[in-house]
């Protein structure tokens, strides 16, 4: 594990700082919790003051990214976030081929879905998805994804 300083702003890579007021109900329950993802590559840790944030991916979608293709079709980026020590909640961004096509071009984030559960694995219903598609959607030139330079550097 290390420290990525340099992304301190990545909760923002899963819904932190913008509201989506505006955008139509993001559509998070084709996102389902992946079960496995620790068998991935866990390829950048963030520290935030007392938030310590995990990212977990394929090795299929580390081998495309360093290999510069695009993530493929599949790619399930999980982050666990931490709070005093303990698994706070989960936040995962799915893509999938066809998926995003009914959101309107200023809401799509490509074939990316967003999804946010609770400690228990739980879907959080209570989460504004939106505001996931919001904040990516800066993030278009790296297929929608904060730490795509983390991801190159993953071992």
């Avoid at 620790?38 to 580390?62: F, Q």
């Avoid at 360093?66 to 961004?93: A, C, H, Q, W």
């Avoid at 739980?122 to 795509?148: G, W």
Wanted: aromatic residues 12%; negative net charge.
């Amino acid at each position: 594990m290390r420290r990525v300083s340099k992304y301190l702003g990545v909760s923002a890579l899963f819904c932190a700082a913008v509201t989506g007021s505006g955008f139509a109900h993001a559509g998070g329950d084709k996102v389902l919790f992946p079960e496995n993802f620790e068998a991935g590559v866990h390829y950048t840790t963030v520290h935030r003051g007392g938030i310590r944030e995990d990212m977990y991916v394929s090795r299929d979608t580390i081998d495309a990214v360093k290999n510069g293709e695009p993530m493929p079709s599949g790619t399930v980026i999980t982050l666990v976030d931490y709070r005093e020590g303990k698994i706070f909640r989960y936040v995962v961004m799915e893509k999938r081929t066809g998926w995003g096509a009914e959101y309107p071009p200023a809401q799509r984030n490509g074939e990316w879905e967003f999804q946010a559960f609770n400690a228990d694995k739980s879907v959080n219903r209570d989460e504004d998805l939106a505001r996931c598609f919001a904040c990516h959607k800066s993030q278009a030139s790296n297929d929608y994804v904060f730490t795509l330079d983390a991801m190159k550097s993953a071992e």
